[in-house]
């Protein structure tokens, strides 16, 4: 059963602070490694991918890649109240192809 | 870019009866698209890959002929959810893919009363 983990929460981290998110796979031949936001009742929103080992960073966004420890991270820079949301890791579930399995999710509170 | 439309966002039905939901690509053509469910406080579970002119790829589990996907065009493809049960009764979500990415519709939230 291929899965992928991440500490359901919450997070809680005050303004202007780092948000660190992290996420385990189960699956070494994953090749492709998503961050979704997902606000309350709505649908996920794509952040970052990776591919490769190391960083990628976007903006105030930062995803890491181990794919040895098969471990994935994303940090968040200067956290806003507006970033309160769950954020699910995803992962590939073939080898080849997109679709996607999806952890549970972690709630990340932002307190002003 | 990116846009990904579902319809309807909500809709309430009786136990028995049949619902469709819509999935549009705006702004791409997608080859492959997927419908995912999601149950309060729980994360997302594929059901199904759509492929634009072949049959869908259901995943373990998941009943096809009680869940009928279409794919008839790069930027359409539809889920029927048939004999509907309250069990049926969830968040529906499709996904679009565009260079190995999934972009996600707003979701449709059915109740079967």
């Known amino acids: 059963q291929k899965e992928v983990e991440q500490n359901s929460g919450p997070l809680s981290v005050p303004e202007g602070a780092i948000a660190s998110l992290n996420c385990t796979y189960s699956?070494?031949?994953?090749?492709?490694f998503f961050w979704y936001r997902q606000y309350s009742g709505k649908s996920p929103e794509l952040i970052m991918s990776?591919?490769?080992?190391g960083d990628k960073e976007d903006g105030r966004f930062t995803a890491q890649l181990n794919k040895a420890s098969q471990y994935v991270s994303l940090l968040i820079r200067d956290s806003q109240p507006s970033d309160s949301a769950t954020y699910l890791c995803?992962?590939?579930?073939?080898?080849?192809?997109?679709?996607?399995?999806f952890g549970k999710g972690t709630t990340l509170s932002v307190s002003s | 870019g990116a846009v990904v439309s579902q319809h309807p966002s909500r809709v309430i039905c009786k136990s028995g009866t049949s619902v469709k939901i819509e999935c549009r690509s705006l702004?791409?053509?997608?080859?492959?698209m997927f419908w995912y469910r999601q149950f309060p406080k729980k994360s997302l579970m594929l059901m199904a890959t759509?492929?634009?002119?072949?049959?869908?790829?259901?995943e373990q589990g998941v009943e096809k002929d009680k869940f009928l996907i279409n794919h008839a065009s790069l930027t359409l493809s539809t889920l029927t959810v048939t004999s509907a049960h309250p069990e049926d009764s969830s968040f529906y979500i499709c996904?679009?893919?565009?260079?190995?990415?999934?972009?996600f519709g707003p979701g449709t939230r059915l109740t079967v009363t």
């Open positions: 699956d070494r031949g994953s090749q492709s």
């Open positions: 990776i591919y490769s080992n």
């Open positions: 702004d791409f053509q997608a080859t492959t």
């Open positions: 995803a992962v590939n579930i073939y080898q080849a192809g997109t679709a996607l399995i």
């Open positions: 759509s492929n634009e002119g072949s049959k869908a790829t259901y």
């Open positions: 996904s679009a893919e565009r260079a190995d990415e999934q972009y």
